[in-house]
DNA sequence: AATTATTTATCGGATTTCCGATAGATTTAA
DNA sequence: TTAAATCTATCGGAAATCCGATAAATAATT
């Protein structure tokens, strides 16, 4: 639960702030499939029970500022294993048909 | 075995062609802690078993076409997911000490 | 050649991750 | 205000993931 789901999910949370449902519908666009209703809501839960997501009387989940630090140590931990993204990008552009 | 970790060692043996001890040692540099020799061996294999890798004499590995080109969906997979990496890191930049 | 160190490989199990089914809650429409 | 639809939430279990222990194979050292 506190995988690779968790920190897209922290990622577009502080891009905006997003219901249950929303967020369900931007990683369906992402990744090309739509995760279950049985992944989704326990993930935003263990993140609100970690204090790193809080939500409002709308259901809209937002970072806390516990989040945005968890957020930016995932970014870096990310950006190390991929110090090569730019390189990626190349490898992956020029092999598009 | 078919997550995260094989995509990164596709792309690893992509740009340098490596034996398990060599693959161990760049995973350990780039995410912070080293797999433990029952992940990655079995790894190698199960990428092998699918013809993606091969292996050479000195027991160094390859990616096969086959290999290519799963790499390369991969890459168009992860660059959809991570569509805005551009701004992943420059909100990761922003907030380093 | 014998010993030691390193690398490769397998195994069983612990944990994590994810799903489909189900149900309750909320919203929308009739 | 019902009825239908959608969203939220939980549950048990299936599958994936990863590890430590162990052992076999190979390489390095004496």
Redesign the interface.
């Known amino acids: 639960m506190k995988g ?1 789901l968790s920190f ?1 999910v922290l ?1 577009l949370i ?2 905006k702030n997003m219901t249950g449902a929303e967020i369900t519908e931007e990683l369906e666009q ?3 499939h739509r995760p279950s209703p049985g992944t989704i809501y326990p993930v935003l839960k263990y993140l609100t029970n970690k204090e790193l997501l809080k939500v409002d009387e709308n259901k809209k989940y937002s970072l806390t500022k516990k989040g945005e630090e968890e957020l ?1 140590m995932s ?7 991929f ?3 730019d ?3 190349r ?2 552009h020029c ?2 048909k």
Do not use: A, I, P, Y
Request: net charge positive.
């Open positions: 690779f897209l990622w502080s891009k992402r990744r090309g930016d970014l870096n931990q990310f950006f190390d294993t110090c090569d993204v390189e990626m990008r490898h992956c092999h598009r």
